[in-house]
């Protein structure tokens, strides 16, 4: 049965469960998003350069579609949501807040999330909050376009030979080591599934996303590296690297200067 925020504040557990998820989703987005402005002016063409730009708002706009939805269960506002919390108080992927590197490292990161995002949003279009369900039908409708591009540039990149075929490998080994957190759910994932909140797991996730990947791989002939296992540390239970800590504080430098500044 899908329920409206006014019914599920009035049940502590089911609340606790859908505010997990709900930073989780954003703080991905918010983290990638971020990421992926970074390349404003320095992609290798005009076109990645808009595509990226345009990415980077998208990205932005869902995590704030996100904490919309947990400013309606009591959280604060979103910009404080954005910009005041610590990184202990994050629930990104670990991948997600790391540096970009170079442009083969920023594809790979980028497709392999793009696939997984995309089978996590098909599990809660039958979220039982309602708002949710909703308005991830619209974010899937726009992440679609994400994933094509990434994947164009991972699969030419991929094929080219040369000094860039070396580079993706390079950049599969290394996002290889974090792409498994992406597939955590935190520390209540039970309570997530009970409550309907997503209709799939952790481990049927990874499933799915591995069945989605591995043809991928395949077709851009890249070796498929098995199976990710789990990272040491989990940033869905708000375990991260330092940064995590300079991603924030680059994201808050202009509104941190005058906090109670109306813009």
């Known amino acids: 049965m899908m329920q409206t925020a006014e019914q599920i504040v009035q049940e502590p557990r089911l609340r606790h469960a859908l505010t997990e998820l709900l930073y989780q989703l954003a703080d991905d987005e918010l983290c990638l998003g971020h990421r992926d402005s970074e390349w404003l002016g320095l992609a290798p063409d005009i076109e990645g350069?808009?595509?990226?730009?345009?990415?980077?708002?998208?990205e932005v706009g869902h995590a704030v579609f996100y904490l919309e939805r947990l400013h309606e269960l009591g959280e604060a506002k979103p910009d404080q949501l954005a910009f005041f919390r610590g990184p202990g108080e994050r629930r990104n992927a670990i991948l997600l807040e790391q540096p970009n590197g170079d442009w083969a490292r920023t594809i790979v990161r980028h497709f392999l999330y793009d696939i997984f995002d995309d089978i996590r949003m098909?599990?809660?279009?039958?979220?039982?909050?309602?708002?949710?369900?909703?308005?991830?039908?619209?974010i899937r409708?726009?992440?679609?376009?994400?994933?094509?591009?990434?994947?164009?540039?991972?699969t030419r990149l991929a094929q080219a030979g040369g000094e860039a075929r070396q580079r993706m490998e390079q950049a599969v080994s290394e996002v290889w080591m974090e792409v498994g957190g992406l597939f955590s759910l935190g520390e209540v994932e039970e309570e997530m599934l009970h409550y309907g909140l997503i209709a799939c797991?952790?481990?049927?996730?990874?499933?799915?996303?591995?069945?989605?990947?591995?043809?991928?791989?395949d077709e851009a002939g890249l070796n498929w590296p098995g199976m990710p296992v789990k990272p040491k540390r989990d940033g869905r239970k708000g375990e991260h690297t330092k940064d995590l800590e300079r991603l924030i504080?680059?994201?808050?430098?202009?509104v941190g200067s005058d906090p109670d500044a109306q813009w």
């Open 49 to 58: 350069d808009v595509a990226f730009s345009s990415i980077a708002q998208d």
């Open 122 to 138: 098909e599990a809660l279009l039958q979220s039982s909050f309602h708002s949710l369900a909703q308005g991830v039908v619209k």
């Open 201 to 217: 797991g952790s481990e049927g996730l990874a499933q799915r996303w591995a069945e989605r990947m591995r043809p991928l791989f």
């Open 249 to 254: 504080q680059t994201m808050s430098e202009v």
């Open 141 to 154: 409708r726009e992440e679609h376009y994400h994933l094509l591009h990434h994947k164009m540039w991972f």
